[in-house]
């Protein structure tokens, strides 16, 4: 089992930065593939970022390239989304979220099915 504990979310000013953090607590974390996910109002939620945590693999939405960057401490089995340039565009709901590897990218990047979801953390970027 694994259990996903997201933090670090709150108010910002259109291009600020902020740090989003997902502490996750199992056995055998190095065998999932960690993810970051969003949903905005009245939106669909949508992939942002992933990493495995050897940082081996490591997946962006066009929409974060070059803004975000993904990473974790694997001594403190946290990751983290950091978020600059923020946008009132980025509003959402982070959610942190892990797979069981072997994955495909589909499954990694989808907006479906995952194998374990935190309960999300408001940023809001005001403008």
């Known amino acids: 089992q694994v259990q996903l504990v997201e933090s670090g979310g709150g108010l910002v000013q259109a291009g600020g930065s902020l740090r989003v953090s997902c502490a996750a607590s199992g056995r055998t974390l190095s065998r999932y593939i960690m993810g970051w996910f969003r949903q905005a109002p009245g939106k669909e939620r949508e992939f942002v970022a992933a990493s495995s945590w050897s940082g081996g693999s490591i997946y962006y939405a066009d929409s974060a390239k070059g803004r975000f960057t993904i990473s974790r401490d694997n001594t403190k089995n946290t990751v983290y989304l950091q978020m600059n340039s923020l946008k009132p565009e980025d509003t959402a709901i982070y959610y942190c979220?892990?797979?069981?590897?072997?994955?495909?990218?589909?499954?990694?990047?989808?907006?479906?099915?995952?194998?374990?979801w935190g309960q999300g953390t408001q940023v809001t970027v005001s403008s």
């Open positions: 979220t892990a797979d069981l590897l072997p994955a495909t990218s589909a499954r990694i990047m989808g907006a479906g099915s995952h194998d374990y």
